[in-house]
């Protein structure tokens, strides 16, 4: 609720939503990727999803946010799961996508985006495993509304509205 940023949920939405996470709880992806000297921790849910979150956007924004963050929240848990120490630095830093770990997430079926240091499902989380640290390892640093101290308050990428995506519905 606290994602979402809702005080409440009617009985019916967390109805759905409960069906919705035993959906999709069988399609989390959870893997240690070890390289020879450090390993990662990967977390993601599959395509298929976010054709039904994207699905859900259509048909109802209010919908649409609330089942995309029931997407970001499976993949944080998992990771904080984990890595409690994520929970308590509310970060899990982006390694630098080195040829090792982009290898290995490739065979997993998570390559990264092209010529990006992004993953290319919208549902994953990518940090060290064990925990190394907070803001001052990530790679996406310059990028972070948290790193560069504007608050608390993030705000969250609709599906079409990546950066040199073409627009929603076309």
């Known amino acids: 609720m606290a994602l979402s940023q809702e005080s409440r949920l009617g009985g019916a939405v967390a109805e759905r939503l409960v069906a919705l996470w035993e959906q999709w709880l069988p399609l989390l992806r959870v893997y240690e990727v070890r390289g020879e000297k450090i390993s990662w921790l990967a977390v993601w849910l599959p395509e298929s999803v976010e054709t039904q ?9 209010s919908e ?20 409690p120490e994520v929970e308590v630095a509310r970060c899990a830093p982006s390694p630098r996508p080195t040829r090792i770990l982009r290898d290995a997430l490739a065979r997993l079926q998570l390559p990264y985006k092209e010529n990006a240091a992004a993953p290319s499902r919208r549902y994953a989380v990518i940090t060290h495993y064990p925990y190394r640290g907070g803001c ?21 990428l609709l599906p079409g509205y990546e950066k040199n995506s073409p627009p929603v519905g076309r």
């Open 136 to 156: 001052g390892i990530c790679q996406l640093q310059s990028n972070c509304p948290k790193g560069q101290g504007k608050g608390e308050n993030l705000s969250v």
């Open 64 to 83: 649409g946010w609330l089942v995309n963050t029931l997407a970001q929240f499976m993949c944080m848990s998992a990771v904080q799961e984990l890595l």
């Open 53 to 61: 979150v994207d699905g859900y956007w259509a048909a109802s924004p």
